[in-house]
C-alpha cells in the first residue's frame, strides 16, 4: 500500500485494491481534498486510524433523471409539511451527520479532523448542504462536495422518517447537477434509484462534467 508524501498527488488507479484503498496517509488539506475529488477519489476512515483513500472498482451514483419517487413520498411532498433550503446550516448538517444514532450502531467516520476540512471546504463555497426543516427545527440533510455539475455526496441523516430522503430528491430535482455520486452501494439510495457503474464509466463522466 503506498503513503502520500506531502506533494498531492495519488498513485495510478491500477494500483488500487481490491477493497478499493488506492492510498494511506497524507492530509485532509482543501488542495488535497479538492485534487481528490477531481479525481474520483474519496477519503473514508475511523477516529485514530491513518486517512484511507478509496477510488472503489464499483461506483453508486444516481443520473438525476433515473430518480425514483415512490407515491407515498409524492404524498409527503404535496403535503409541504416540511421546508427546504441550501447552504443555511451546513455546520449543523454535518455536526448532525457525524452525531446521529445509526441503525447500525458502527457510529461515524467523520472524524473531528474530516468535520474540520469539509467546514473549511463550505467556507470556500466548495462544500454544500441541503437542510430539511420541520416547524423551524432542523430534522434532516445531507452534504456534499460541487464539483460544477458533479454533487459527490458525503452523508446524511434523518432525525424523522423521510428527512434525508427529501433532502436528496430536493438535490436530484432542483440542483440541476448531471450526476450524483454516491460512493458506495446501499439499499436507501438504490431505493431512490440510485446504481452502480464501473470505475472508469465513473471517470468518463466525471471529465466530461467538471
Not at 476512515?45 to 419517487?69: A, N, Q
Not at 409527503?76 to 451546513?90: G, L, M, V, W
Not at 474530516?114 to 448542504?129: D, T, V
Amino acid at each position: 500500500m503506498i503513503w502520500l508524501t506531502e506533494k498531492i498527488e495519488f498513485p495510478s488507479y491500477n494500483l488500487a485494491s481490491r477493497e478499493g484503498i488506492i492510498a494511506l496517509g497524507g492530509d485532509l488539506s482543501s488542495e488535497r481534498l479538492i485534487y481528490a475529488y477531481q479525481n474520483g477519489i474519496f477519503p473514508w476512515f475511523s477516529e485514530g486510524d491513518p486517512i484511507v483513500w478509496y477510488f472503489p472498482k464499483k461506483r453508486m451514483v444516481l443520473f438525476p433523471d433515473e430518480l425514483k419517487i415512490s407515491k407515498s413520498m409524492r404524498k409527503i411532498i404535496q403535503r409541504n409539511d416540511f421546508q427546504i433550503t441550501e447552504n443555511k446550516a451546513f455546520e449543523q448538517v454535518i455536526y448532525n451527520c457525524k452525531n446521529i444514532k445509526r441503525k447500525d450502531d458502527l457510529g461515524t467516520w467523520i472524524t473531528n479532523e474530516m468535520e474540520e476540512a469539509y467546514i473549511a471546504l463550505h467556507k470556500q463555497g466548495i462544500a454544500k448542504s441541503i437542510e430539511v426543516w420541520k416547524n423551524d427545527v432542523l430534522v434532516g440533510g445531507l452534504y456534499g462536495i460541487e464539483m460544477n455539475n458533479i454533487f459527490c455526496g458525503e452523508s446524511m441523516f434523518s432525525k424523522v422518517p423521510n428527512a434525508s430522503k427529501l433532502a436528496f430528491i430536493y438535490l436530484a430535482t432542483k440542483m440541476n447537477y448531471q450526476l450524483i455520486d454516491c460512493q458506495v452501494y446501499n439499499d436507501h439510495l438504490a431505493s431512490l434509484g440510485a446504481r452502480e457503474i464501473e470505475n472508469r464509466e465513473f471517470l468518463k463522466l466525471l471529465r466530461k462534467y467538471q
